[in-house]
């Protein structure tokens, strides 16, 4: 299953579908991110997880936390719009999530470890997909999205935000 096209998704998601090089297969897609989630993240070093590169900005635990919040949100939709549910679906305030949760008190290696577990739950699941339930699409804050690009955004989401772990943090 190809890159998903642009009236698939809104435009906000187009950082999430460049950040991922060529014409990648969706499931060697997920696989790679979080293989490459795993090589960067599981040997940060204790001083680093609650570095702030600058006020304001998150630490590498809060991005972490906030992968993991974000993975939920999007295959929660992914789930709801393959089952043909048309109820129109809110967004959500990642800022607000890490705001009012205390990731910075939580082990590491937890962390990282919830992110692979569900990542791993979500292969399989995108996996199962049907051509037709990739296909569906449904509505989240009035705009149209597929079940196939939230699986792509999955990916590029985690690879965005590596990218900046590896630019700024690290």
């Not at 990739?134 to 990218?163: D, N, P, Q, W």
Request: proline content about 4%; aromatic content about 12%; charged content about 25%.
């Amino acid at each position: 299953m190809s890159i998903p096209q642009k009236q698939e998704y809104p435009p906000f998601y187009q950082p999430y579908i460049d950040v991922l090089e060529g014409e990648p297969n969706l499931m060697d897609s997920l696989e790679m991110s979080l293989e490459l989630f795993e090589q960067v993240l599981y040997d940060i070093e204790d001083s680093k997880q609650t570095y702030r590169y600058a006020d304001g900005k998150w630490t590498i635990k809060e991005l972490v936390q906030h992968m993991i919040d974000a993975e939920r949100v999007f295959v929660y939709r992914a789930l709801r719009f393959s089952r043909q549910d048309e109820k129109p679906l809110s967004g959500f305030d990642e800022n607000s999530y890490v705001t009012n949760y205390d990731s910075n008190n939580r082990e590491f290696t937890t962390l990282l470890d919830e992110f692979c577990l569900l990542r791993r739950s979500n292969i399989l699941m995108f996996k199962d997909f049907s051509v037709k339930e990739l296909s569906c699409a449904g509505t989240v804050e009035g705009l149209s999205i597929s079940v196939r690009a939230i699986a792509f955004i999955c990916s590029g989401h985690v690879l965005h935000h590596l990218k900046i772990i590896q630019e700024r943090y690290l």
